[in-house]
């Protein structure tokens, strides 16, 4: 499409996908024209954000309307030099450099400056940055992360604007210097178990993908990641895997094992993948914390709700909450419709942000108004969008564990997306989304939204299961040791694991949840205990493994379902160990972990860079970018 065929665009003609784009940016007061012209121009090509994000910022500081015929020209102008072979050229040259750059400055802050001569050239920069570590607000450029600036690659190009692309010299302001009052969870690193005395590891499964979001919104904002953030079962969980859909059984599981790198012990990949149901009525509350605290949040969580009310049909229900000092009713049991969607805009407008963070009362409010609106075999969630800063009301971890153990019997499920930086109480969040029959993702950037939403939406919406639990026994007279790497919060017993009254957390349709494993093999040794009075031991004759179970409950049931399936073989290394893998090593090293060394964290850069093609690439796309920036960071 070009610069005239625009004049004749409308909403209409945007692609499904971007329609919540659009809405996101009405929602914010931006007439018609111009959430359309955001809506296309901006999100038309993930590279030229930063540009429009400039020049947006410039003209609003100068009182030009920014939807004019000429701002429209000069994201035509800056499209379509971005996408010239000249300048994908110099990019492609420059790459490895580029990245030398950013980790030098891994931790310092720092601005991106635009430079825009009198005369008629322009100098701008370009970067093949993964779009995660981009930072944009329409409207307010606000500060750079302090990864992209000095590195990109600036591009002389010529320009036939009297003022060039951004009129008068931007200068974007400097990083705000960030609090650092966030509080996690403690991890304490699990170490090597041996089979004679542990033969059985257990522990509660999880969809969750919230770690890997915390860590990519620290290194946004030039901050160092902090240790307990980083969950690795959370950084395995956020990238797809090449596993089989299962049409039939509740689940499938996939185990791997093969040789380790550099290493005389193996890996072994487990993966659990649940079937995929069909889409059901939904009853959707969204409850949102507009306290003081989620000011600088305003954006995203109006764009992550746009972005959920387009995966709604005409004929769900939908009611709408916010909660600061009190709890406030928006909407309660509307009947959604595609076409009335302007009257949640309306009233989006009238939502402030102010007060304290009473968020007890607004997940009581919650949970009556989605049983009241109870949906039999439907969809039945809260959606509660917050900073974690629950500062008034119930407010302990203890006190917000017996509240949402108590909203749990409603048979309402729980989704929680965190948001913000600074101020953010994971450790709180994660007590909802564990005893809440609940999964948590967190949404700063509208590629998040996208990503853990768009989506996974029916991941996070429809639930499959409930209390879904693993365990693995090991053989020991074919594996002497193991390590579970990640899931240190999330151990439990063997006798937990049998046990029906032992909580754990669901699983949604068509979902997934990854863990991985170090072993050392027993190479034929007699690996039983001996020389006790009491227990002698007699290993039973067999070619398995191990063997991995899981225990899970229908959603509406107490009772739970045991599966089993042992492993006998090691193969060779597959792209699923290959990406389970790298992921255990990028937060190993963030963590400082004493079991990654440096060779560890060259063969992870090594790896990230030879998913060349194959269903993990094809699955997974720009998110490899992440994971290699990632590993060349360690």
């Known amino acids: 499409m070009n610069e005239k065929d625009f004049k004749t665009f409308t909403v209409e003609d945007l692609e499904t996908d971007k329609k919540h784009q659009y809405n996101a940016y009405r929602a914010l007061g931006y007439n018609e024209s111009q959430a359309l012209t955001l809506a296309y121009c901006v999100f038309r090509d993930w590279r030229n954000k930063y540009f429009v994000a400039t020049m947006l910022k410039e003209y609003k500081k100068h009182g030009k309307e920014p939807f004019s015929e000429y701002f429209i020209k000069n994201v035509y102008r800056v499209e379509e030099l971005a996408n010239t072979d000249k300048v994908r050229d110099e990019v492609d040259k420059s790459e490895r450099r580029m990245m030398d750059s950013f980790l030098g ?3 310092q802050r720092g601005n991106i400056r635009g430079s825009v001569a009198k005369s008629k050239s322009v100098s701008y920069s370009y970067s093949s940055v993964p779009r995660e570590l981009r930072t944009f607000e329409a409207g307010n450029a606000g500060y750079a992360p302090n990864l992209m600036p000095q590195a990109m690659n600036c591009v002389s190009v010529e320009c ?3 003022e060039g692309f951004f009129g008068p010299t931007p200068t974007l302001p400097t990083a705000p210097d960030v609090p650092d009052t966030e509080s996690y969870e403690h991890i304490t690193e699990s170490g090597f178990q041996d089979v004679s005395k542990s033969p059985t590891s257990s522990f509660n499964t999880t969809c969750n993908t919230a770690s890997i979001g915390m860590i990519m919104n620290r290194i946004r904002h030039g901050v160092a990641v902090r240790p307990d953030s980083v969950r690795l079962e959370e950084l395995m969980n956020y990238f797809d895997y090449d596993i089989k859909d299962n049409d039939n059984e509740m689940f499938d599981i996939d185990i791997e094992i093969c040789d380790k790198p550099n290493s005389d012990n193996k890996l072994m990949f487990v993966a659990l993948k649940g079937k995929k149901l069909e ?7 969204l409850l ?10 305003d954006f995203m969580m109006k764009y992550t709700v746009m972005t959920t009310l387009s995966k709604m049909k005409d004929g769900d229900v939908l009611s709408l909450i916010t909660y600061s000092s009190q709890d406030h009713t928006i909407l309660d049991g509307f ?3 595609k076409q009335g969607i302007d009257e949640v805009i309306r009233l989006m407008l009238t939502i402030q942000i102010t007060g304290c963070t009473n968020g007890s009362a607004g997940i009581e409010t919650a949970y009556k108004i989605a049983k009241k609106n109870f949906i039999k075999d439907g969809i039945n969630r809260v959606v509660l969008i917050t900073d974690g800063d629950l500062n008034f009301g119930i407010n302990s971890k203890d006190g917000l564990e017996k509240l949402i153990l108590e909203k749990k019997k409603t048979n309402v499920f729980l989704s929680v997306i965190g948001m913000g930086i600074g101020n953010y109480k994971d450790d709180k969040l994660e007590v909802l989304a564990k005893n809440g029959n609940g999964n948590y993702c967190v949404v700063n950037e509208m590629y998040e939204a996208e990503t853990n939403i768009n989506k996974r939406y029916d991941e996070m919406m429809n639930i499959l299961a409930k209390d879904v639990k693993a365990s693995v026994e090991f053989n020991p007279t074919k594996v002497k040791a193991f ?8 151990g439990i017993s063997l006798t937990d694991f049998h046990n029906d009254k032992k909580i754990s957390e669901p699983f949604g349709s068509g979902a997934h949840c990854v863990a991985m494993y170090e072993l050392v093999m027993a190479n034929g040794e007699d690996n039983t205990q001996s020389g006790l009075k009491y227990q002698q031991s007699v290993p039973v004759e067999s070619d398995e493994i191990c063997t991995v179970s899981v225990r899970y409950k229908m959603p509406l049931e107490d009772e739970s379902v045991l599966i089993s399936k042992p492993v006998r073989s090691i193969g ?14 990028v937060g190993g090293g963030f963590r400082d972990s004493e079991f990654v060394d440096l060779k ?4 992870t850069r090594y790896l990230a860079e030879t998913f060349d093609n194959g269903n993990v690439k094809d699955l997974n796309g720009d998110k490899l970018e992440i994971l290699k920036f990632l590993a060349k960071s360690l």
């Open 600 to 603: 560890d964290k060259l063969l």
């Open 279 to 285: 889409p059901k009525g939904q009853n959707i509350v």
């Open 160 to 162: 036939d604007t009297e």
């Open 105 to 107: 400055m891994f931790n």
């Open 288 to 297: 949102l914390d507009t306290s003081g605290s989620m000011s600088s949040n």
């Open 335 to 337: 009947k959604f419709k």
């Open 572 to 585: 060779e290394m597959t792209d699923n160990i290959k990406l389970a893998f790298c992921c255990a090593i």
């Open 483 to 490: 390590r579970l790497l990640g899931y240190e919060n999330r």
